[in-house]
């Protein structure tokens, strides 16, 4: 369970400082203990403002993890956006990440996309050099499949811990392409298969963006299946004592793979709506995931 | 090569238990032992019905190999259709199976359907545990493929057996996975490509469901493929000196994988027609299966 | 990198025979020294011709490295194209090939399509046998994925060590289904994931066919996305001081997997134009070579 996103923090001043220290609060509050950044949210103004907040807030740190991504070089005028994972790019990257956390030690480094290119002993090269300069705790990638994983893993030393993906109860291909299996239908989904079984297997832990689902179920509904589900999200939210949001967090956390969700907001308010995904387990029986599930599936299992 | 499918016996009364000695008969007459059940055919009644054929028939349980499957929960009034692995329900299901089939023991045990919030290292758990006990010999999967297999495989003691897929002359996808490798059309089939192989490798039985084509090449075909592919299958038949549906499952029997069709009818003459994909070598020559497989396709190879 | 390809020799005469001599001088001209054949070009004739062009230049098979390909089989009247790996066949094809090429001995045997009738153990034996002969130095495969290149390896003594696929910045699929990974987009691309990786890390050399995009971006352009990338690769090509063909062929060679192309053509200017793929190192820096293959691909990455 962590908190990320992109940091509503354009300009970065005095405001948007206090306005991070805010979300921060409303996170520990909340038992949201896990900041999820990336270098290009806002571009660095995201983390250069949470730095700001570590200065101001002695003691903070060590009472967090925080995690980085690196590995997207945003558009930038004429110049179109790519993907760079070269070896001397993610040392450089994880320096300027660092100076603006004002931090040592970033505690987990997450490779946002795959770069065709990188040289996968070129990227552990570089890793496990941060990894032993003592500036990166852990790595991780994001929005990569079992093979991706795979092949980087042969070359390093230390265990990939996670894999983030956009999972929610509205993006669900990482999970109907375990069900379409030996189906004409599976040909709709174009999920690498298998992802969700490595991680499972290995140990990675899936994390999970987008995983309130763009507000699909829970104000921003359109279709009559998002309709019905939001219904249902809302009345097991009664029934348990606790919010919408929750339901949803806790619809991915039931998950066997234990898939911990990243918030992507910086609301207060709509941080402490999650609070209950940090601070209880989740609360849902096998029959009303089920029923969430096929509900906003809106067809019955094959 | 075994008898499965839904058992017609709608009401349960003597008259269905002759009509199921009828087709055991059938099916022994034509070399068939296996047969091929799950706990949802005809919400139980199938496996009833079966036990009382084995009741009246003494030595009879010796004879043959009996295979059912749990992991499906049958839509009930509003409850919808749902999976359920958990590791209590199986056990609670092999139970209830045993006490209908009024036998000491499962020859195999087959997992109907992936359920996404199955905990592998549970499921495992009930498993080990009902073979300690003796109630079931082996265990396999259904529609399931080389990710969810050998993710399961990694927490059991004993090796998986089978995986029941819906294979046949017109459910092809498991086939053409493997020859549209490198072409734009493989888009279109959403096979988990690789569970021939993974299965091929590692001794896991591929067993063929719908393995019939719903009768698409024996007296139901559609489309100007299906005719002329029955005409192909008639001639084949007439040739080799046997029926259209003997024809159907040699061609599945003659793949590498020694695929064994499941024959889901409880029609003695539906059965005797299958005999001789029991009692004789699938008698097909490269060619002949070739043709009947770009027959079916109605486009030329890649 | 090597010459391959149909060999344009309709009817094998002396003139075939100088036209080949034209085409195998201006490949070692240009540092080209694999040439790739496969059984049914030309119905046998390229192997025929490429046979007499060995014969009338002692010294010249120590200098190359000659593949080959056997399994499938053409379509024939009224018999229709089929592939065929039985052991005994590519037995028999690899000796007619040895004839026709008039040498003792094949550098690089390749499958051409995977046979699904073909059991691997089978296949192995015959490939350990030509090997243990001393016909066959080393085993490859032509359009297959990972799963099924395992599956042949498990029963071989020998690594293989090529797999030809269709590569090309314009046939992308082996691309772009590594950054569609969580994307819904990823439905559209039916390549099997993982293929790339698994032959980085088993050493298995890619190997590129219609490498040269089939001149859609070298005059042969019809969409906008190839108009506007046939400028920048005769741009790049001119900076450079190279053709747009080697920009072409660098722009799979500056792949990690070290992608190596196969040119199909006999035309000796064709040849030359890819001199420097075979000459010099891939000359494109990760924005050029990021920005081929935005514009060809017409939308921005995930």
Known sequence: MGLGGSWDTTPYGTADIEQAEEAVAAALDSGITVFDHADIYRHGKAEAVFGEV?????????RIVVQTKCGIRLADGDRPGMYDLRG???????????ARLRTDV??????????PLADPEDVA????????????RAFGVSNMSAAQIALLQAHLDVPLVADQLEMSLRSRDWLESGVLVNTPQAASVGFPHGTVE???AHGIRLQAWGALAQGRFTGRQETAAEHATARRVAALAE??????????????????????????SARPDRIRACADAARREPDLTHEEWYGLWLSARGTALP
Not at 54 to 62: C, H, I, T, V
Not at 125 to 136: E, F, P, T, W
Not at 242 to 254: A, D, G
């Open 54 to 62: 570590l200065a101001r807030a002695p003691g903070l740190r060590e």
């Open 88 to 98: 001397d790019t993610i040392v450089r990257r994880v320096e300027e990440s660092l």
């Open 106 to 115: 970033i505690d987990v480094l997450l490779l946002h996309r795959p770069d």
């Open 125 to 136: 090269r570089a890793l496990m050099s941060l990894h032993r300069q003592g500036l990166v």
């Open 198 to 200: 490595h991680c499972l």
């Open 239 to 264: 029934a348990k004592g606790t919010t919408p949001e929750t339901i949803l967090l806790w619809w991915l956390q039931r998950h066997p793979a234990r898939i911990a969700p990243v918030v992507g």
